[in-house]
């Protein structure tokens, strides 16, 4: 599968951003516009999200061996992976299973296990809206309100609302994302033998729910040279709410493990 994905800047350092469920290459323009001062920051839509094809299959093995097909067509040199939420779960993938790829490895708020997250129910309440009867977006924000109470998160989940030849349609496969969220994948992957002995950074926010703090244990099992750094006041979107105080996190890391080499 051939991914959409913008890139950002240049230089030695080489970064790829891996957004979350739900989420695009366009939520992380400001980041990575911001990064690429200093570094080459792809970041791709990752399948049934955004630009990128869309298929029934989604997993977390699936999305690895796109994301790894990418990044052969990009470069001959290991990257450092930065991946939020379900990118978290793709990059640590691939830090596992390849770790010859990665110089790094940076983890956005969530751990190597599964979640209760409700996840499912947003995307049934996202189905179920009638959008051939939808004149706007804040007619949908309002028809979503019941299911999803919080309005910034409604407003991250509309940004996947597009209007093509004057008809509402969602950027992201839904129906995809349901199974996905259904079935309970991720506790199948992180098998106790799976480890990434390289360097990795752990970021989570003070107020979200996922607390990467509680699963330190979990977290150095399988990574064992594991930095962990919480932002207070963020909550699960750690580069939304705090983006000065997370793009310095992943600066001094990727600075002080940068690579030596001039490959392309």
């Not at 940076?106 to 959008?131: F, H, K």
């Not at 407003?155 to 129906?175: A, D, E, M, Y």
């Not at 992957?189 to 360097?199: A, S």
Request: proline fraction near 5%; hydrophobic fraction near 40%; glycine fraction near 8%.
């Amino acid at each position: 599968m051939k991914l959409h994905y913008t890139e950002y800047g240049e230089g030695p350092i080489r970064l790829m951003i891996l957004h979350g469920l739900m989420g695009s290459e366009r939520n992380w323009t400001g980041i990575a516009k911001a990064l690429g001062a200093s570094m080459r920051v792809i970041v791709p839509d990752l399948r049934n999200h955004g630009q990128s094809p869309r298929a029934d299959e989604h997993t977390v093995a699936s999305m690895r061996q796109d994301v790894l097909e990418l990044a052969d067509q990009l470069t001959d040199a290991p990257l450092f992976f930065l991946g939020h939420s379900m990118g978290g779960y793709v990059a640590m993938d691939i830090a596992c299973r390849h770790p010859d790829r990665l110089h790094g490895l940076i983890v956005e708020d969530i751990a190597p296990r599964s979640y209760a997250t409700g996840l499912t129910g947003i995307l049934n309440a996202m189905a179920a809206l009638d959008l051939a009867n939808l004149r706007s977006k804040s007619e949908a924000d309002s028809r979503l309100s019941a299911a999803v109470p919080r309005s910034e998160v409604r407003k991250f989940l509309l940004t996947n609302l597009q209007t093509v030849n004057g008809h509402l349609s969602w950027r992201i496969n839904i129906p995809a994302l349901i199974r996905f969220t259904k079935e309970d994948l991720i506790q199948n992957i992180f098998t106790p033998d799976l480890r990434y002995e390289g360097p990795s950074l752990f970021i989570g926010g003070g107020s979200s729910p996922y607390l990467l703090t509680d699963d330190e244990a979990l977290i150095r099992r399988h990574f064992p040279n594991a930095e962990i750094s919480i932002i207070q006041n963020a909550d699960h979107w750690v580069h939304y709410d705090a983006p000065d105080s997370f793009m310095r996190l992943v600066l001094k890391f990727v600075t002080g493990h940068q690579p030596v080499t001039n490959s392309r």
